[in-house]
């Protein structure tokens, strides 16, 4: 579990045959970090789980946007990712079946809604109050899909100031990134908050005929609202929407393809046919909570919908003459 502590200030006094001189250390103190790890909110040092928590500071500060760069920020956590499927292991702990039957041994949720398709991994992620790792099987609160661990992503909510933010980058490979947030109250009981973020750089890879492998080409919006009609009663809505297209993964290298007969070497790596990989996802998702029941009891009803299509090409020529393509669709 991270902990902030504050600086130790040290003055160093240099002089001519004089000894050095050091101030008294300050006394440290620990900020108190607020986690819903087990379903409702209390202390990150109270909490009887193994995590590491990620605060929106510590998000930008170590270049976190998607679940690959978590997992290089966090040592515990490793991104599998070949022909266009992934898999997250945490400790070690992961199940590589990515097919439409197979089960991820590690839960990925973004504020409570879990993503159970290997190629929901590469959505963005922006707009971030905190991420929690946690470590170690989790089953009793996240279900069977949790023996590595489970990784809960939440955004920012909706409050009464009005306020925003917004980012640029540029980088190599032509490298343009934009994030921005725009909150805003509409009254007394109404408070919105409108975010997005647009990915994009050249690819690191030429394999020709394919080119501009390990590309990216994401765009998405999110717009929240927070509300409460009335006293106890609060209410959230968050509508989302997703959408990448790029090359995807490429061979590192090619050898060039021969007529019949070949061997075993010159078939190897054999780029022929073009890849691709296009995503497109529609989330809405909603949480009311109502507090006045008896006993300081509250009752919270999550629900929502989400619409993904996923079209992935990878090269499936074989040693022949003859290009061929291998397509994937999720709809």
């Known amino acids: 579990m991270t902990k902030k502590t504050s600086r130790v200030a040290v003055a160093v006094a240099m002089a001519m045959g004089a000894p050095l001189a050091f101030s008294q250390q300050e006394s ?89 398709r290997s190629y929901g991994l590469y959505s963005s992620m922006y707009d971030i109050e905190r991420i929690e790792v946690l470590k170690g099987p989790q089953g009793t609160l996240f279900g ?33 990134n934009f994030e921005a947030a725009l909150n805003a109250p509409l009254g007394d009981r109404v408070q919105l908050r409108v975010s997005g973020i647009s990915r994009r750089h050249d690819g690191y890879r030429d394999n020709a005929p394919q080119r501009d492998g390990d590309d990216e080409h994401s765009d998405s919006v999110r717009i929240q609202l927070a509300f409460q009609p009335f006293e106890d009663f609060t209410g959230w809505i968050s509508a989302q929407r997703d959408r990448t297209r790029g090359v995807g993964d490429v061979s590192l290298g090619t050898r060039p393809i021969n007529t019949f007969p070949v061997n075993f070497d010159s078939r190897r790596f ?15 998702r909603w949480e009311l909570n109502y507090a006045g029941l008896p006993g300081g009891a509250t009752v919270t009803y999550l629900g929502g919908r989400e619409k993904m299509s996923w079209d992935h090409a990878l090269d499936g020529t074989g040693g022949g003459p003859v290009v061929q393509q291998f397509l994937q669709s999720e709809h």
Do not use: W
């Open 28 to 116: 440290a103190q620990l900020e108190e970090v607020v986690v819903t790890a087990q379903k409702r909110e209390e202390s990150a040092q109270k909490a009887a789980i193994s995590m590491t928590v990620y605060s929106s500071e510590e998000i930008v500060t170590a270049g976190i946007h998607d679940i690959a760069s978590l997992a290089t920020a966090d040592p515990s956590m490793n991104l599998t990712v070949s022909n266009g499927a992934g898999y997250v292991a945490v400790r070690g702990i992961a199940s590589t079946d990515v097919t439409e039957i197979g089960d991820p041994a590690v839960a990925i949720s973004r504020d409570g809604f879990f993503t159970n």
């Open 270 to 284: 054999a780029m022929q046919a073009e890849t691709f990989t296009n995503l497109d996802s529609t989330r809405l």
């Open 144 to 176: 069977r899909n949790s023996t590595g661990g489970a990784i809960n992503i939440i955004t920012r909510k909706p409050d009464r100031e009005v306020g925003g933010y917004a980012a640029v980058d540029l980088g190599s490979f032509s490298a343009r």
